[in-house]
Every structure is written in C-alpha cells, then in structure tokens.
C-alpha cells in the first residue's frame, strides 16, 4: 500500500483538499464520514474533472469524490485482493485508515516481482549442466542458461531476443497452441540431443515454451562405461571362479571380501564362515594356524607362507600380494592358495594327458597330410596308396633315399610325400633336375658362389640350393646326370654336412639337410662303366625305392584321366567328356612316358577334338595302333562296356569313400551306383559310407 494519502471529512471544501495536493506529494485524498468510515476517493482526476466542468471550488467534497473503491485490512494477502470494477483499493483496520491500494501501484509491485523471480530463475538454471531455453509464444528466446547458449557457440546477450528458429533451424516448428507437450531428437556437432518441449500456458491459453536438453552422446557415454564396468566385473568374476587355484581377498584391514569355489574345496572352509570377520579372528578362533595376509599388511610386500588348514587337516602353500592405490595405501591383499598334494597328482594327469594329445595331434596331422596328398597328386591306385604309406615310415628317419623309376612315374611326387609328413614339413624343400642345369652352371645352383668368383658374379655372391634348404630337404633328380667331378662335392656334403662355395674355398659352409636321390637310369651298370662313382651310390643308396610304372598300376588310370580331364576344363571353360572307347583305349595303353605322358596326352585330345566328346579319331596315332587298344576291340561290345564301368565305379568310390560323392562325380543317381557296386561285387578300400 501507499502511506502517502491525506485524509478528509464530507463537510471540507474542494479547494481545501486540492491544496494537500500541492503542499504534499500523495497519491489521492480518503474521505470519510462522521463516524471515521472510508466513504470516499479524491483523486487528481477528480480535481482536473471539476475544474474542467467548472464546479465551484468552495463546493464540499461529496460531490465530486469517487465512490469506486474497497476496503481490505492491514493483513489481508495481496494475491487476495479483488479490485472488481474499482480503481482504489483502501486499507482500513477497522478504526483508522492505514493506506491506499491503486491498480498501477500492485502492477508495478507485481512487475518487480516477476523480474526478481525471473533473475533468480536464469541465475537457478544456469547452476543446471542440462541446456535450457524459455520462449515466448511466437518462439522468440526470453531466457536461457549458459549451457544452451554454448552449444550454440554464443554468449547469452546473442542468444535473448532472437528467434530460436533462425539459432536452431534444425528444431522442430515451435508447437501451436493447444498441442500437447513432445520431444525431439537432434545433433549439434558431434553431439546428439532429446529435447523434451514443455507448453507454458495461463488461462488454459499458450504463453511459450519451455526446452529441455538431454545430451544422449554423454548418457550413452555413460551407458557405454556403466556397460564396460558391469562388463568387467563379470569377466572378474569369471576369472576369479574359473581359477583352478583358491583366491581369498580382504580388504586394506584384514576383513574377509571374498573367496573362490576353488579355496573352498582345498580348504574345505565356507564362504559364509570368513567373509565379513577379520583375519585376526580367524586365526584366534583356529580357522588357521597363521595368516598370510597379516604378514602382507605388516611388510607391505608379497609373502608365501605354508598354511595349516585346521577343518580339514590339510596343509596348503598361500602367496598373499598386496595391491596398493594411488596414495601407496594397501586397498587389497589377494591371496593365492595351493594344494601340494593335489598339484602332484594334476602333474602326473597332465603329462599322460599331453602325451595322448600329442598321438592324437600326429594321428589328426597324418590323416589332414593324407587329404592333401590325395588331393593334389591323385593317389588312386593301390600301388600309390602303398608308396604313400612308405613315405609316411620314411618320413621318421633321416637315411638318405634313392629313387629309381621310368621317366614320368612320379619321384618327385613321392620325395615330396615324404617331405610333407616329415616333422620339418615347414622348412624348405628344394629341387633340381640335374639333366636340366649346364654342367658348368650346376656347381653354381647347388652350392651357391662368392662375389668374383666369375664373370657376370653377383654383387655379395649369391647362396646355392644346399644352403637354401638348410634344415629342410633338398631333391636331386636325374643325379645319373651329375658330371663326375661335381659327385666328389656332393659327396663330401653327405659325409661331412659341409661345403665350399665355388670362389671361395677357404669358408665352409655347414648346413643340416635330407638327401633325396632319384633317377631313370641304371646307377649299378654306370659304376661299372665307370661313369659314376661308386663310394657315393652306396652312399646314396641306403635306402632304395622303386616307383612302378603307370601300366602296373592301371587301376588308378581312370581317376587320373578325370582328374587331368577337370583341370582342362577348369583351366580353358570347357565342359568336354571323354567317350567310352577312347576311355577304354586309354586304360589299356601301355604309357611308356606315364603320368607325365598321360597328363599331356589328355590336354593334346582336349584342345585338337572339336566337339565335348572326345572321340576315338582324337586318340593319338600310337595309342591307336596300341596291341592293347587292337586286343580290346575283339571283345564283345557289352563286356567292355560292363570293363570300364566296373572299373570307374571302383576308381570312385576308391578316392570319394562315400557312394554320394561317387554318384556325383560320375555323372550317375546315387541308387544306381549301389545297384551297380552290388552287382560287380565292388567296395572302397576300408568300405564306403552311403
């Protein structure tokens, strides 16, 4: 209320209560009656009013003062007051008037009010890290926190007063009135936001909006990190119960935290028996003789004690380690329980564990080398199959190996099936045809030569097969060939494991390798002519293997012509078969170049024949005029037919071991492959799954 009023009775003139208006600043005059009752207003207005009508001044008050007013007490409540239709408002204790109320006088009260609480509000939200902002209805930003003005790379002064649309075009249009309140998902930068809009409203009308920042990046930071620890935490525990060793922990005081399943069955002492007392409890009640931990905490260092464990009568090895915080604080001791006893007896288990692991790990290794062998060599026949398995025995000696065998039988192939079973299958295999080197150059190849050692040497000289396949194996084929000068050096490389580079034979070279020998030739009848020495033969033929010829082992023929067929195809895009009588022809062939002469000799039909079959007049002329192919023809068609069937179903279900896989690759319905089996009597070797 204003106490800057006069007051007046009925019966005083108007020229008598103007002058209080000049002699005083009030803000109107109080008129009351006889008995001291407020019955009046005298306002300045109602003095211009009765100037301008020209009232006589010396006219008493009634006349002109305004009866719009009320009346209230000096402790009602300003939000209590109700104007109506009145201007003033008089504060009367019920004896004598206190004050006036006018309408301007509370709007300014409230004004400055509002403004106060609006200041303490932006101060109160700028204490919020969420981001903020107030808008007035039409979207125009009336307040904000700090926090929204920096996303916003901008100082509040920028941020007050504009309209949040031209700050944030990619907000939402500010909701229209009546709309219910919503949220929103936005990115500032590298940050994602879910803004919750809240309506503001008075009078059930919209009066503006009310923003609400939730920073999802830093929630799901948050959530990241909660996840990583909850993640931790159970991998701690996996860890600490999966131990196979007990693990007991206290804290930096000695109070039990936790145990493992483990400590538990060595000790045979409960979880819920420790966990919660001190070490110093246990050890007076008798849990244990002495404690580990106790030791921990007073050195500050680890410490392994022998333990007596009373409830079972059991004697364990503990190792307690402190674990300590940034402050060099003891936070934890972690104590590692042993069972001598038991660890023993787990020795003994794990060594006969390791060696049945270790047979079964050369059982799977020899059975994985035998796919791959088969794989790539197409090991059909019997014969083969035997070979294979004499590599495998070889492979376990290191006795130097004489192969002998007609040119294009496959020595190489079985120096490498040894090489590949042996236990240094991961060290080099190096190979060279002596035939194929000039005799002057294959000094140089094999034992490598020193810078200058000739003209047109490398730089730094260079290293030579034997070097090269040091600690592995190295294979000299056609060593019929070698001149009789060079079989001096390898054989000194076979009795002393050294040698000299050419240039240089002042520096031996020690080298650990496996020799393997093969040739088409008659060594025996070249000693004796004198054409190759005799001290190295019997040194090269400790170990002597014959590889049969292609004719001796026909029944692998057939799968080797598919297989040589297959890569043709694949190789050129083809889809060409072979027909039944050049199949047949084939078979009977006496192929004295062999494998070789075989694998070459499908590749020639398959590119000169013009069709996909692979017709009789591509056989080539020799194989043609064959005394095989002639006797063949006499037979009746059928039995030679019902031949070479018999025959490729054998060669099937011999590499394929499954009557599926068979079918499949002859082309042919698995039902017809088991009628047909049944009916020639045929089985795979070790029998064959359906």
Same mark, same amino acid.
């Given at each position: 209320?204003?106490?800057?009023i006069?007051?007046?009775?009925?019966?005083?003139t108007l020229?008598h209560v103007?002058?209080?208006?000049?002699?005083e600043?009030?803000n109107g005059?109080?008129?009351v009656?006889?008995?001291?009752?407020?019955?009046g207003?005298?306002s300045?207005?109602?003095i211009?009013?009765a100037?301008?009508q020209s009232?006589e001044s010396t006219?008493?008050?009634?006349?002109f003062?305004?009866?719009?007013f009320?009346t209230?007490?000096?402790?009602n409540w300003v939000?209590?007051i109700?104007?109506?239709?009145?201007?003033?408002v008089?504060?009367w204790?019920?004896?004598?008037v206190l004050?006036?109320?006018t309408?301007?006088?509370i709007?300014?009260?409230y004004n400055?009010?509002a403004?106060?609480c609006?200041v303490?509000?932006?101060?109160f939200?700028?204490?919020?890290n969420?981001?903020i &902002? !107030?808008t007035d209805?039409? %979207?125009?930003?009336?307040?904000?926190?700090n =926090?929204?003005? @920096? #996303?916003?790379e901008?100082?509040?002064?920028?941020?007050i007063n504009?309209?949040?649309s031209?700050?944030?075009? &990619? !907000?939402?249009?500010?909701? %229209?009135?009546?709309?219910?309140d919503t949220e =929103?998902?936005? @990115? #500032?930068?590298?940050t994602?936001?879910?803004?919750s809009?809240?309506?503001l409203t008075?009078?059930e009308?919209?009066?503006?909006?009310?923003?609400?920042?939730?920073?999802?990046?830093k929630e799901e930071a948050?959530?990241?990190?909660l996840?990583q620890t909850?993640l931790?935490s159970?991998q701690?525990d996996?860890?600490?119960?999966?131990s196979f060793?007990?693990i007991f922990?206290?804290?930096?005081?000695?109070k039990v935290l936790?145990?493992?399943?483990a400590?538990?069955?060595?000790t045979?002492?409960?979880a819920?028996e420790?966990?919660g007392?001190?070490m110093?409890?246990l050890v007076?009640?008798?849990f244990?003789?002495?404690?580990?931990?106790?030791k921990v905490?007073?050195?500050?260092?680890?410490?392994?004690i022998?333990?007596?464990v009373s409830?079972?009568?059991k004697?364990i090895?503990?190792?307690g380690?402190?674990v300590?915080?940034?402050?060099?604080n003891?936070?934890l001791?972690?104590t590692?329980?042993?069972?001598v006893?038991?660890?023993?007896?787990?020795?003994n288990k794990?060594?006969?564990m390791?060696?049945?692991?270790?047979?079964f790990?050369?059982?799977?290794?020899?059975?994985r080398?035998?796919?791959?062998l088969?794989d790539?060599?197409?090991l059909a026949?019997?014969?083969?199959?035997d070979?294979?398995?004499l590599?495998?025995r070889?492979?376990k000696?290191e006795?130097?190996?004489?192969i002998?065998?007609?040119?294009?039988?496959?020595?190489?192939?079985f120096?490498?099936?040894v090489?590949?079973f042996?236990?240094?299958?991961?060290?080099?295999f190096?190979?060279i045809?002596?035939?194929?080197?000039?005799?002057?150059?294959?000094?140089?190849?094999?034992?490598?030569?020193?810078?200058?050692?000739?003209?047109?040497?490398?730089?730094g000289?260079?290293?030579?097969?034997f070097?090269?396949?040091?600690g592995g194996?190295?294979?000299l084929?056609?060593?019929?060939?070698?001149p009789?000068a060079?079989?001096?050096?390898?054989?000194?490389v076979?009795q002393e494991l050294?040698?000299?580079?050419v240039g240089?034979?002042?520096t031996?070279?020690?080298?650990?390798?496996?020799?393997?020998?093969?040739?088409?030739?008659?060594?025996?009848?070249?000693?004796?002519?004198?054409?190759?020495r005799k001290?190295?033969?019997?040194?090269l033929?400790v170990?002597p293997?014959?590889i049969?010829p292609?004719?001796e082992?026909?029944?692998g023929?057939?799968?080797k012509i598919?297989?040589?067929?297959k890569?043709?195809?694949?190789?050129y895009?083809?889809?060409?078969?072979?027909?039944?009588?050049?199949?047949?022809?084939?078979?009977?062939?006496?192929?004295p170049?062999?494998?070789?002469e075989?694998?070459?000799t499908?590749?020639r039909?398959?590119v000169m024949?013009?069709g996909?079959?692979?017709k009789?007049?591509d056989l080539?002329?020799?194989?043609?005029?064959?005394?095989?192919f002639?006797?063949s023809?006499?037979?009746?068609l059928k039995?030679?037919?019902c031949?070479?069937e018999?025959s490729?179903?054998?060669?099937a279900?011999?590499?394929?071991?499954?009557?599926?896989?068979?079918?499949?690759?002859?082309g042919?319905?698995?039902?017809?492959?088991?009628?047909?089996?049944?009916m020639?009597?045929?089985?795979?070797?070790?029998?064959?799954d359906?």
């Amino acid at each position: 209320m204003s106490s800057q009023i006069a007051i007046a009775d009925t019966h005083q003139t108007l020229a008598h209560v103007s002058s209080f208006f000049v002699d005083e600043e009030i803000n109107g005059v109080v008129i009351v009656d006889g008995k001291g009752v407020p019955c009046g207003i005298i306002s300045k207005s109602c003095i211009i009013h009765a100037v301008a009508q020209s009232q006589e001044s010396t006219k008493t008050v009634d006349a002109f003062m305004s009866v719009s007013f009320a009346t209230v007490k000096p402790t009602n409540w300003v939000e209590n007051i109700d104007f109506g239709q009145n201007k003033y408002v008089v504060v009367w204790d019920g004896r004598d008037v206190l004050g006036m109320i006018t309408r301007p006088g509370i709007e300014r009260i409230y004004n400055r009010s509002a403004h106060g609480c609006f200041v303490e509000f932006g101060q109160f939200i700028d204490h919020i890290n969420n981001p903020i &902002v !107030l808008t007035d209805r039409n %979207g125009w930003v009336r307040l904000c926190n700090n =926090q929204f003005s @920096s #996303i916003l790379e901008k100082d509040k002064e920028g941020v007050i007063n504009s309209r949040l649309s031209d700050l944030m075009p &990619v !907000l939402e249009k500010i909701k %229209g009135p009546g709309e219910k309140d919503t949220e =929103q998902k936005l @990115s #500032i930068g590298r940050t994602s936001y879910l803004v919750s809009w809240v309506n503001l409203t008075q009078e059930e009308k919209k009066i503006g909006m009310l923003g609400f920042f939730y920073n999802l990046t830093k929630e799901e930071a948050i959530n990241e990190r909660l996840k990583q620890t909850k993640l931790l935490s159970l991998q701690l525990d996996a860890i600490i119960e999966s131990s196979f060793d007990g693990i007991f922990v206290t804290d930096g005081e000695g109070k039990v935290l936790r145990v493992n399943r483990a400590y538990e069955r060595i000790t045979g002492i409960k979880a819920k028996e420790v966990v919660g007392r001190t070490m110093q409890s246990l050890v007076k009640d008798g849990f244990y003789n002495e404690s580990v931990t106790m030791k921990v905490l007073e050195s500050r260092r680890e410490v392994t004690i022998i333990q007596q464990v009373s409830k079972m009568n059991k004697t364990i090895v503990v190792t307690g380690n402190p674990v300590f915080d940034d402050t060099q604080n003891i936070r934890l001791v972690v104590t590692n329980a042993r069972d001598v006893t038991e660890l023993s007896s787990l020795q003994n288990k794990l060594q006969h564990m390791e060696s049945l692991t270790s047979g079964f790990d050369d059982q799977q290794r020899n059975m994985r080398i035998d796919k791959e062998l088969d794989d790539k060599f197409i090991l059909a026949s019997k014969a083969m199959q035997d070979m294979k398995q004499l590599a495998k025995r070889l492979a376990k000696v290191e006795s130097t190996l004489l192969i002998q065998g007609e040119s294009g039988v496959g020595k190489g192939v079985f120096a490498q099936m040894v090489h590949a079973f042996s236990e240094v299958n991961d060290k080099p295999f190096m190979q060279i045809s002596c035939a194929a080197i000039p005799e002057q150059l294959l000094e140089s190849e094999l034992f490598g030569y020193s810078e200058g050692a000739f003209t047109g040497a490398s730089r730094g000289g260079k290293k030579g097969l034997f070097e090269l396949a040091d600690g592995g194996y190295i294979f000299l084929d056609e060593i019929g060939e070698m001149p009789i000068a060079l079989q001096a050096k390898l054989l000194r490389v076979i009795q002393e494991l050294e040698f000299y580079r050419v240039g240089d034979p002042a520096t031996p070279i020690r080298v650990n390798v496996r020799i393997i020998t093969a040739t088409n030739r008659d060594l025996e009848e070249m000693v004796a002519q004198k054409t190759f020495r005799k001290d190295l033969f019997y040194r090269l033929n400790v170990v002597p293997i014959f590889i049969p010829p292609l004719r001796e082992r026909r029944d692998g023929i057939m799968t080797k012509i598919q297989a040589f067929m297959k890569k043709c195809n694949t190789k050129y895009g083809w889809s060409k078969q072979i027909d039944h009588d050049v199949m047949r022809a084939l078979v009977n062939y006496e192929w004295p170049g062999n494998v070789r002469e075989l694998e070459n000799t499908i590749e020639r039909m398959a590119v000169m024949s013009e069709g996909d079959i692979i017709k009789y007049q591509d056989l080539p002329p020799s194989i043609q005029k064959s005394e095989g192919f002639n006797n063949s023809i006499n037979k009746s068609l059928k039995s030679i037919v019902c031949e070479v069937e018999k025959s490729a179903i054998q060669d099937a279900l011999n590499t394929y071991k499954s009557t599926r896989k068979a079918a499949n690759s002859l082309g042919i319905n698995q039902s017809t492959i088991v009628r047909k089996a049944k009916m020639y009597g045929l089985v795979s070797r070790g029998g064959f799954d359906a």
